[in-house]
């Protein structure tokens, strides 16, 4: 099993900005593409944004031009920015991690989450 470690999360006020990072502890796992998802108590967890192997990104509806979604490879870290925060993007955030060790298949895991809160 792949530990994914998640990072960034916090309280901001409502037009501020929060970077979360999503990386794994496991050297051999290289990520190669990502997504990230967020759930509020109650309601379905929700897409929010995600990355190919090759960089194409794709956005929901409501985070379209806010966020932006990248990876580094170098670093083997999968980053959302948010920009201009809304107090409806309150919830955990979850990154998934699609990749594969030089000898397995591809695979994906999920992180443990983080809270991102915005107040008003």
């Known amino acids: 099993q792949v530990q994914l470690v998640e990072s960034g999360g916090g309280l901001v006020q409502a037009g501020g900005s929060l970077r979360l990072s999503c990386t794994t502890t496991?050297?051999?796992?290289?990520?190669?593409?990502g997504g990230w998802y967020r759930q509020v108590p109650g309601i379905q967890r929700e897409w929010v944004a995600s990355?190919?192997?090759?960089?194409?990104?794709n956005y929901g509806d409501s985070v379209k031009g806010r966020f932006d979604v990248s990876k580094d490879s170098a670093k083997n870290t999968v980053y959302l920015q948010m920009n201009n925060l809304r107090p409806e993007d309150t919830g955990v955030y979850y990154c998934?991690?699609?990749?594969?060790?030089?000898?397995?298949?591809?695979?994906?895991?999920w992180g443990q989450g983080t809270q991102v809160t915005v107040s008003s």
């Open positions: 998934k991690a699609i990749g594969r060790k030089p000898w397995g298949r591809q695979r994906e895991y």
């Open positions: 496991d050297g051999d796992f290289v990520i190669n593409a």
């Open positions: 990355i190919t192997s090759g960089g194409v990104t």
